[in-house]
């Protein structure tokens, strides 16, 4: 089985946790607010609208149904398939959940299999791909809305993603895309965003140098393609 998680978060730091968790299997959706243990930041609120009254009678993670579900999903036989896996992950380690099966990440997928687009946000891609146009018919049958920084609209969108890669790739070669180190061919931002990394180290090697020194926060697979082009 497939399980499509998305969750929304009290920020981005080693200190905040999940106020929203969002499943789709094979047939089926879940979604439940969750009481984080700590007040929502205006700034998150801003992005997802869960406000703090919203979570007041919500359970803590540990005593949700969501808790329960997911711990029963996780199994060696199951995939997990969300956008941007290791933040999802993250946080539900943070929760005590470690996955035990294998897993998609459609973020790290896209930009593999499709590496000359100009952005790999999922909202990004619901409209590159034009997912917009079978979207109301993908989200009819489980009366949800499209809406950005929903946790179950975004897990649909991922569920979407995940089924235009397949005719790219099969489930088992997305399985390897997201566990390899992926050799990014053009630069995601800076002076140099679209760029050929190959090409800037070649007439402007000191920047991507000082982009390693200095972008601590940097993506994996970005710091590997940057030190790969700099090393022919």
């Known amino acids: 089985m497939t399980v499509v998680v998305d969750v929304e978060t009290t920020g981005l730091e080693v200190k905040d946790r999940i ?6 299997m094979d047939d089926e959706v879940h979604y439940e607010l969750i009481h984080p243990g700590k007040k929502i930041p205006p700034e998150a609120s801003a992005i997802h609208h869960i406000t703090n009254e919203m979570i007041q009678e919500a359970s803590l993670f540990g005593t949700s149904e969501s808790y329960e579900l997911i711990r ?3 199994s060696a036989e199951n995939t997990l398939i969300s956008h941007n896996a290791p933040f999802d992950l993250a946080m539900l380690q943070k929760e005590g959940i470690t996955w035990q099966g294998a897993v998609i990440d459609t973020l790290k997928c896209s ?4 590496d000359d687009l ?9 409209y590159e791909l034009r997912l917009y146009r079978q979207e109301k018919d993908f989200f009819e049958p489980y009366g949800v809305t499209p809406s950005a920084h929903h946790a179950l609209s975004d897990a649909l969108h991922s569920r979407m993603v995940y089924e235009y890669l397949l005719d790219l790739a099969s489930h088992e070669r997305l399985v ?6 992926l050799l990014l061919s ?14 800037i180290a070649m007439k402007d090697s000191a920047y991507l140098k000082w982009m390693l020194d200095s972008v601590m926060d940097m993506d994996e697979d970005l710091r590997y ?8």
């Open 225 to 232: 393609s940057i030190e790969y082009y700099l090393r022919d």
């Open 111 to 114: 930009k593999a299999l499709m």
């Open 186 to 199: 053009r630069l995601p931002f800076g002076k140099y965003a679209k760029k050929r990394i190959e090409t």
């Open 118 to 126: 100009d952005g790999y946000g999922l909202q990004f891609l619901r």
């Open 19 to 24: 106020c929203a968790l969002a499943l789709v």
């Open 176 to 181: 390897e895309l997201s566990q390899a180190r």
């Open 72 to 74: 029963s999903l996780n």
